[in-house]
C-alpha cells in the first residue's frame, strides 16, 4: 500500500472556532482535489468539529489520531481534498 | 493576493457561507463600490458593505443629514446638517478599518454601483449610468410596504426593465434598513461570483415577505442595444 504524503500542514492548535475550521477549509482550498492536508489540532471542540465540518464539505478524513510528540493534547488529521466546497451554490 | 491572518479572522464567519471563501473575499478585497442616490437604504447599505470587505467605498449622497430620516445606528443628532456622504464615510471607516472609504469624486472608477435612489426617477438615472458604463448594479427601491432590490449583472435585462412602481406608500426606515441590507448582500454575491441563478433578478419584499423573480428585458428598451449584444442575458 502507497504511504499517505500530504502536500500541505496546518497547524490551528493555537486557535478557536469558528477559525480552526475557516483555517482549515482555506488550507484545502489552496490544494487540488485528491491531494491531503494534514492539520494540526487540539483535542476537544477543533477535534470533533474540523472533521466533522471537512466531511460536510465534501472531503474526506483518512486519518485522526492522536499525535503526543507535538505536544500534550494534539491530533492530527489528514484530510483528503474533495471537489472545491466554493462551487457549491448558496441552499 | 492570499487573505492575511487579521483578514481571515476578521471575515471567519462570511468565509464559512457557501458560495464564499478565499477566492470570492479576495475579489471583495478587490472591488471598488460607488454607493449613491440618497435614499433610505444607503446607510444600511455603507454598513454591509463595508462587514462584508468591499475593499473600496465611494460614497456620493449631496444632502445633508436631517432629523426624522431614519439611520439612528449610523447618523445621531451630532451629526444634524452635515454632508450626509461625510458622516455616513466616518460611520463606514469605525465599521471595518480593513476597507478604505471615502466621498465619491469625479474621475473614480467604480467596479460596481449600489443605486439607492430616493426616488424612482433617481434611481433609473443613476442605474443608466451604470448601464452604459458597462458596470454590475444593484438598486434598492424603499416604499411603505418594503420594497424591493434588483440585481443588474452586465449585459442583463436593465432596472428600466424590472422596476414596478410601488403602492405609492411613503417610505419608512425600517423597509431602508431591509431593503438596503439586501441590496448589499445582492451586490456583494455578484461581485463575488457567489449570486444563485438567475442572477438579473428583482427581490420585492412586502411586510417581511420575499418574492423572487428573474428579469426580463422589455421590448424596444435601449438596454437591447449595442451594449448588450453579446454578453449574457
Known sequence: MNPIVPVARLDIRSHACPVTWVKA?????RIAEGEVLEVLLQDGEPRENVPRSAEEDG?????????????AGTWRAWLLRGASPEDRAWP | MALSEVEIGRYARQLLLPGMGEAAQVLLRGARVRISGGGLAMAPAVYYLAAAGVGTIWIDDPDEVKAGAGAGFALGP??????????????????NGLVAVDLFRPGSRPTALLVCGATLDVSRAIADEARLLQLPHVV??????????????????????AVRPGLGAAATAEGGATVGALAALELVLLIAG??????????????G????????????????????AGLAP
Open chain 1, 25 to 29: 477549509r482555506i488550507a484545502l482550498s
Open chain 1, 59 to 71: 472531503h474526506r478524513v483518512l486519518r485522526l489520531e492522536p499525535a503526543p510528540e507535538e505536544g
Open chain 2, 78 to 95: 451630532a451629526d444634524l446638517g452635515r454632508q450626509r456622504a461625510a458622516a455616513l464615510v466616518e460611520f463606514a471607516r469605525g465599521v
Open chain 2, 140 to 161: 434598492a427601491d424603499v416604499d411603505g410596504q418594503g420594497g424591493a432590490a434588483t440585481s443588474v449583472p452586465v449585459g442583463a435585462p436593465c432596472y428600466s426593465c
Open chain 2, 194 to 207: 457567489a449570486s444563485l441563478e438567475p442572477r438579473a433578478r428583482r427581490i420585492e419584499v412586502f411586510r
Open chain 2, 209 to 228: 415577505t420575499p418574492l423572487v423573480r428573474a428579469t426580463a428585458r422589455q421590448p424596444g428598451c435601449a438596454c437591447a442595444g449595442p451594449a448588450a
